[in-house]
């Protein structure tokens, strides 16, 4: 097993005609991800790659049976398309799109919530989401991975990218990346990640991928040492960024003497989680506790 | 995208929030002729987006024209806190006989909106926060649903908000929530709230921060822009399309994805460096991007060394590396460059980087063996 998504993900790809998700939905479909679709509205019957496009998500699900939309379209129409996909039954909604308006997010996150029948949404503004040797859906390099028991969960995109390499040097796979991206209102935040790498029989460990502003590590110390018995292994980026200056992401900003990486990297500490000072260090606690 | 007090009380107004008369001058004459035109007794404010103005003597009353002229000739020009103030705003005086607190802003652990009330107003509120939690009141409210009366009420009746001023409060809340949505705020921060003499509920101050991914539905966000003043470094970048900051520090940093960025920064601290800036040239960059990164960084005479730390994904490390030699042979760089590459392409670029004849351009394999080297050529050591 794996997490979000695996053998079983029938993938439909919202933008798939254009630039970027065509070349990232043919290199999802390369590594082994079965992609069963795209949606272009008013491209119904053509095809990129012998993929074929539909008008509309819900056609794309009756169609072809998918129940796991990336969506790759711009960001105005990014809130849009999550709860088209949403209304289709889609199970796992992976969103990479960035720069979507924080209120479009909260309205259609909580929309997503309060439907309360299951869907999961990654991101937006995310690198997607790879069971490595099973299914990639978004755009993580695939070569970097490699199957293991090690879970990661992160909120940004190629310091996720160092810490799996840092692992696969040392011979320590994953069994699922999660990206869960850097907006100040995502679709699904760590407690969401983690619960369901808690309930994954093939996810023996964790490793958690902060950074400042928020207090969504904060929250997952909390959790960790509440409700998971398998261990986590953290790392905080942001230890040196100075309070008010906005460090590329949207949710990363300290902003007066809250959501600093000392204050994080203490509650999870606390919490009994240990902390890697810099993503090799992360690497070696893993192989340590791995013995 | 923070907005100056006059501008987030200008957009306050247009949802019917109620504000003070008030108008924006550049010069001393200027201040003196909006005084006359507001008439009796004015306060004089510094246009600055940084705290402590009053302490440092930002605002001044003045109680004519002329002394309008006096005060905003010693405000205007002065420097709070590395703010040079370039404009004043000259406002009616007013009594006042009670301040408080309220704001609303995105709740990104509940993911949904946060409204936030005190009576106890005109102080820092995370000091308030942090000595007396009780005197904040707070309501959840539900995107999907908007605002009811019964949330300003619960905001109203829970900080305890003296009697008089309770009706004139419940009105304005909502008119306070319809400019944070409105707006597509992320925060919307009155402080102090008012109640004066004649018992009315008055936005004495506006904090306004906007969010610039919903600038497409906003035109006027543009002009509110432009009245911001961005350092030539930065302005530079952006116009690129490079996310930088600037840093004190005489590493300079190079790196894609805001984490890893982040990540390089702690780990040239960590070796005993300081990083001049934050730079990261986002997903896909291609070799133009990359010469233009350094071209930014380098403009930065206090830049003794220069980290690149590259995980290609989209991004391609070949093109990286072209960027880098192109960027020596333009600019004819004098401070050493350490690159480390990895990901998609990393042979190639690496391959590249070595055959290329710069001494000043130096591959490393790690990141923590980059930055250490970065850090010892920043401070003088042989490259």
Known sequence: MSILIGTDTKLVVQGLTGREGSFHGKRNRDYGTDLVAGVTPGKSGEDVDGVPIFDTVAEAVAETGANTSMVFVPPRFGADAILESADAGIEVIIAITENIPAMDMARTVNYIRTRGNGTSLIGPNCPGVISPGKANVGIIPGEICEPGPVGLVSRSGTLTYQIVHELTQRGIGQSTCVGIGGDPIPGSNFIDILEKFEADPDTDMVALVGEIGGDAEERAAEFVKEKMTKPVVAYIAGVTAPPGKRMGHAGAIISGSKGTAEAKMEALGAAGIRVGRNPTEVAEIVQELRG | ?383
């Open chain 2, 1 to 383: 995208m923070d907005l100056f007090e006059y501008q987030g009380k200008e957009q306050l107004r247009k949802f019917e929030v109620p504000v003070p008369e008030g108008r924006v001058a550049t010069t001393a004459d200027e201040a003196a002729e909006a005084a006359r035109g507001l008439g009796g007794r004015v306060v004089v404010k510094a246009q600055v987006q940084v705290g402590g103005r009053g302490k440092a003597g930002g605002i001044k009353l003045a109680s004519s024209p002329d002394e309008a002229k006096d005060v905003a000739g010693q405000i205007l020009g002065m420097d709070i806190k590395g703010h040079t103030v370039k404009r004043v705003l000259v406002e009616r005086a007013g009594d006042i006989v009670s301040e408080y607190y309220v704001a609303f802003l995105l709740d990104r652990s509940e993911r949904n909106y946060l409204g936030m009330m005190s009576a106890k107003g005109g102080v820092d509120i995370e000091e308030v926060a942090e000595t007396d939690p009780d005197a904040i009141a707070r309501v959840h409210i539900d995107p999907l649903l908007g605002i009811s009366d019964f949330h300003a009420r619960k905001l109203v009746f829970g900080a305890g908000i003296e009697p008089r001023a309770r009706k004139g409060a419940i009105a304005m809340i909502p008119k306070l929530y319809n400019a944070f949505v409105g707006l597509d705020a992320s925060l919307v921060e009155v402080n102090p709230l008012i109640l004066t003499g004649d018992d009315r509920v008055v936005a004495l101050d506006a904090k306004v921060t906007l969010d610039e991914s919903a600038e497409y539905r906003h035109p006027t966000f543009a002009e509110l822009k432009s009245a911001h003043e961005v350092p030539e470094q930065e302005r530079l970048a952006k116009e690129k399309g490079l996310n930088f900051i600037k840093l004190d520090g005489d590493v300079g940093i190079i790196g894609n994805g805001a984490g890893l960025v982040m990540s390089t920064l702690d780990v040239v601290k960590a070796a005993g460096g300081e990083p001049a800036n934050f730079l990261d040239v986002g997903g896909g960059a291609g070799a133009e991007l990359l010469s233009n990164a350094l071209e930014v960084i380098t403009s930065d005479k206090g830049v003794k060394a220069v980290l690149v730390n590259i995980f290609g994904g989209i991004t391609r490390c070949d093109l990286v590396a072209e960027g880098i030699i192109d960027a020596f042979d333009r600019l004819n760089m004098q401070v050493p460059v350490v690159v480390r590459l990895d990901g998609t392409n990393a042979e190639q670029g690496r391959k590249m980087l070595q055959e290329a004849p710069n001494e000043r351009l130096i591959p490393a394999e790690t990141m923590l063996g980059a930055a250490e080297k970065a850090v010892e050529l920043a401070h003088g050591g042989g490259a």
